[in-house]
């Protein structure tokens, strides 16, 4: 009977494990999340979710208005005043509610400022349209405008200027951004 047990643990964990359904990758996460010290573990709101009514207690509230997908738990629960054990056992009801995800580690990111001025040389180019393709670039990449990180930088400057069909004003705009990404170091 015991063995039987053992078993029906077995194939159950094998089927989580081989199992690529997104809820799967979850309750993968969720274990990770369980397991680890999670001090330097950074956690992100789960803004896609089809939101229904959820009940959160202080502690709940608290820590999801917390975290940013920035800051890691250390930081969160030294801001909070709570105590590892305390922020992990808020993080995984969160977790089980499917409100946070397990984020990247933190990167520095671009200040709004670069991109004004990116938008400014290429209206230099495109006209007013700048603004717009600035931001249908920055959603491709999957980043926000707010949080871009500024090792995505090189990238997102390729996307935007293979956009430019004008070869004097892609060479130009481009010289001018290389030489922008110098002075801050990207």
Known sequence: ML?????????KIAL????????RKAYLSYMDLL?????????????NRDIE????????????????GIKDAATVASELGLSMIELKNVLSKLFKLNLILKGKKSVPTVKKDFFDFMESELADAIGPMARVVISDVVNELGETIDLFPINRLTELLEKISSKLFVEDKKRDFVKVMLKNLESIGA
Not at 35 to 47: D, E, G, Q
Not at 53 to 68: E, P
Request: glycine share 0%.
């Open 53 to 68: 009514q959820i009940s959160m207690d202080a502690h709940m509230l608290k820590v999801f208005a917390k975290i940013d």
């Open 16 to 23: 989580v494990v081989f199992c690529l359904k997104p809820e």
């Open 35 to 47: 397991s680890k010290k999670i001090s330097k573990l950074i956690f992100k709101r789960n803004i």
């Open 3 to 11: 063995i039987m047990y053992y078993s029906y643990k077995i194939a």
